[in-house]
């Protein structure tokens, strides 16, 4: 899952988008709004954190051009992003107007990092159309609350980036996903588009998925992608 965490306090900003790389998202950060526009523009992200007063765009007009304006329309294939808008305690009005202008959650400063992983978890579970903390695809079971997935209930042990890597797959069984739509979702802005990290991360996931002599599950589509296959062959 690809974060962009818009706050122009730099030090909050970059607590967030550590906590949130700690629980496994890509996650890129704007301390402006139209460093913010810039990205949401190019990139399919799958969550924004957005802060409502920042110096130069307000981010209930950041809000209302990412709902209206073509120019930030996601690609077919890809969800519009979630909007977990973040807003001062005085500005509960701001707060009613965020969600008529689109927003998914709010959350009020200052808050723990506890709940905004909490609503943020919730966001994207709502977009995979599941409730509870855990995801489950055949023989999968995936615990995205506490970082545990097992495979017919044998425990996977996945670095974080397979985590990320298998929670996105799960999030999407039964769809192809090209190397560039994972790169672009699972990854940040740092990763090398011209490496084959994907390739690579992937394959090391299939084998853990695999180690107990269960079936393959995720599948190559040649020319396409990847599918994680809604109930495995064998
Ligand atoms: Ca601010």
Redesign the pocket.
């Known amino acids: 899952m690809r974060l962009l965490v818009v706050?122009?306090?730099v030090d909050l900003a970059s607590a967030v988008a550590r906590g949130l790389r700690r629980e496994g998202y890509a996650v890129d950060v704007a301390n402006d709004g139209h460093e913010a526009l810039d990205r949401l523009a190019v990139t399919a992200y799958d969550l924004v954190c957005l802060?409502l007063?920042?110096p130069d765009v307000d981010g209930l007009e950041i809000c209302r051009r990412l709902r209206t304006d073509p120019s930030y329309a996601p690609d077919p294939g890809d969800a519009a992003p979630r909007v977990l808008v973040l807003t001062a305690r005085d500005g509960i009005e701001h707060r009613v107007a965020g969600l008529d202008e689109g927003a998914d959650d709010y959350l009020v400063k200052p808050f723990a990092f506890a709940e905004l992983a909490a609503r943020v978890r919730t966001l994207l579970r709502r977009d995979a159309g599941r409730t509870g903390a855990e995801l489950r695809v055949g023989d999968l079971r995936l615990d995205t609350a506490r970082f545990e997935a097992s495979r017919a209930d044998r425990s996977l042990d996945l670095t974080a980036k397979e985590f990320a890597l298998l929670r996105y797959f799960m999030s999407h069984a039964g769809q192809v996903l090209s190397q560039e739509h994972l790169l672009e979702h699972v990854w940040d802005e740092h990763a090398d588009p011209f490496t084959n990290t994907v390739r690579v991360t992937v394959g090391t996931l299939r084998r853990k998925l695999s180690e107990g002599g269960e079936p393959p599950i995720i599948e190559t589509v040649v020319g396409r992608g990847y599918r994680l296959l809604e109930e495995p062959v064998g």
């Open positions: 706050e122009d306090e802060d007063n920042l």
